[in-house]
C-alpha cells in the first residue's frame, strides 16, 4: 500500500525523498568512517603508551638496582598520571610487590605475554599488557600495565552526539534543499504541461519557451516544438486540401445543376439543349470520379491503407508496353524511346505504370501537336534512370518546385479546359517517395519539359 502511495506521489516529492535517503545513507557511512578512524588511531596511541611505559620501567630495572627495584615506588613514578596508566607487579604467587596509585581492575595475568590486548570490565574500555620477567632470588615477577580509555570513550561519545546532532539537522536541511530544488528543476516541466493543455487544434501558435541551458528539458521543449510544429503544417495541409477538394467539386457539381435545371425548363423540347446537357453532365461527371478516385488514392496513402504490392519484374518490358499504349492513344504526337536497358527491378508494377502514365498525360496536354515526347529508361548500377521529355510549353522556373503540392496548377485557364486538377503529379510523387526512389524537374519556357526519376532496383 505504501509503495502504491509513494508511485501515485509528485515527482518533486519522490525525488526529495531519493535525494534525502541518499543524503542520509552517505553522511551515516562517512560518520561511521570518521568515528572507527578516530577509535582506531586512539587505541592505536594507547598501544604506544604502554610500550612507552614498558620501555621507561625495563629502563629503570636496567640502570637501577635491578630486580629489587620491582618494590620502589620510584619505579613508576615517571608515568604521567594524566594518561590514565597504571602499573601492577605481583609474584607468581599474586603477592604484590608494587602497585600504581588507584589501581582498580581486576584482570587475569595470563598467556598471552608481551601483547597489548583490549578488555571490556564494568562497562570499562580497557587496554593492557601482561609481561612475564624472571628473578633469580623472587622468581617469576609479572609486571601488568593498564591503560582506562575512560578520557578517550568519553570524547568520542560526545563526537558521537555532535556528529548525531550535525546529521539530523543535515537529513533536515537536505529535505528542504531537496524539495526547493526538485521543485525549481520540475518548473520547466510545469510550463511544458501548461503550454500542452493550452495548444489544441485550434490553437496551434503556441510553443514552449524554455530559457536556460542546452540540457534535457531544452532538448525535450525544442523537440515539441517541433512536433507542433508538424501538427501545424499538417493540419494547415489538411484544411487546404478539403479547401480545395471542395472548391474542385463544386464548379463540377454546379455545372451538372445548371445543365439539370436547363434540362427541366426546356431539355425536354428542345433535342439540341438536351444533347448539350447530356454531353457536358456526362464530361463533369467523369471529371468528378477521377478527382474523386485521386483523392481517394492520396487519403489511403496518408493515412497508410494503400496496399503496395511489390514484385520482380523487367522494367524495360514495362516501358514498351506504355510506350506502345501512348501510341495508340495519341496518334496526334510523336511518341519515342531512344533508349530501354533490360533490368531487373523488384517494385509495385501497377503504381509505377500509373506514375508513368501521369507524367506522360502531363506532356501530352502542354504538347503542341506534331510534338515529341520520348520516354526512355537507363541501367546505373543499383538504379534505373527513367527520363520523359517533351517539346511543350514548359513551366516557369518559379513554378517548378510547387507543381507537387495538391491541387496546384500553373496556369489554371488551360489545366481546366484539358481537364486538370493538380493531384496527377502529387500521385506520381507520392508513388516515387514509397519506392524510395527522386524526381527531377528540368524546364524552359517554349522549349519543354524534362521529367528525370532514379528508382532503386532493389
Known sequence: MNLKIFRSTKISIKLTFIYAIVFSVVL???NASILYGIKYYLYTQANRQIEDTKSIIFNKLNSGGGYSYLHSKELISDIPPKENIFVRVVKEDNTVLNISNHYSYNIKIKEPFDTPRHLEEMERHLVFENIKIQDSQSGIIYIQIV????KEYNFLEILFVFMAAADFIGIIASILLGYIVSKRMLTPIDNITKTAQNISIHNLKQRIEIKGPDDELKRLADTLNSMIDRL?????????FVSDASHELRTPIAVIQGYANLLDRWGKDDREALEKSIQAIKFETTNMVTLVE???????????TLKI??????FNDLIDEVVTETRLIDPKHLITNSKNDTVS??????MLKQMLRIFIDNSIKFTPERG???INSQALGESVKITISDTGIGIPKDEIKNIFNRFYIVDKSRSKE????GLGLSIAKWIIDMHQGTVNVESEEGRGTKIIVILNLS
Do not use: H, T, Y
Not at 501545424?232 to 487546404?240: E, G, L
Open 309 to 314: 504490392e511489390k514484385r520482380e519484374f523487367f
Open 372 to 374: 515529341v515526347i520520348d
Open 345 to 350: 527491378i523488384v517494385a509495385d508494377f501497377k
Open 147 to 150: 591503560k582506562d580509555m575512560e
Open 28 to 30: 551515516l557511512l562517512l
Open 232 to 240: 501545424q503544417d499538417a493540419f494547415d495541409k489538411q484544411i487546404q
Open 294 to 304: 485521386k483523392l481517394l488514392f492520396l487519403a489511403k496513402g496518408d493515412n497508410g
Open 418 to 421: 484539358k481537364g486538370g486538377s
